[in-house]
């Protein structure tokens, strides 16, 4: 499977308040623009991650990676505990 994680552009963005676990409530307007990152799932035994693209770089591939990480809350949540070979195409800068 391969989807397309489209970058967005913030038209605005305000804090709110902040949740009881920590998190900042938010009211925002923001549109997508062209750019995106390509996700590509396979299955497999194991939850791995390569990550390549321009921007790639910037971003470790350890344990502790925000798509690892979603990747395992996904096994958590559902129960199933196949993995997945997950190629990241890193194209939107990190923290932009």
């Known amino acids: 499977m391969k989807i397309l994680a489209p970058a967005k552009l913030n ?3 305000n804090i709110t308040g902040r949740r009881a676990d920590g998190y900042h409530l938010l009211d925002s307007l923001f549109v997508f623009c062209g750019l995106a990152d390509e996700l590509t799932f396979d299955s497999a035994e194991d939850l ?9 770089g910037a971003i470790a591939d350890d344990p502790d990676n925000l798509v690892l ?3 395992r809350l996904l096994q958590e949540t559902t ?3 196949h993995g997945a070979r997950i190629s990241l195409v890193k194209h939107i800068p990190v923290a932009a």
């Open 48 to 56: 791995t991650l390569s990550i390549s693209g321009p921007h790639a």
């Open 69 to 71: 990480r979603a990747a």
């Open 79 to 81: 129960g199933i505990r």
């Open 11 to 13: 038209l605005a963005l």
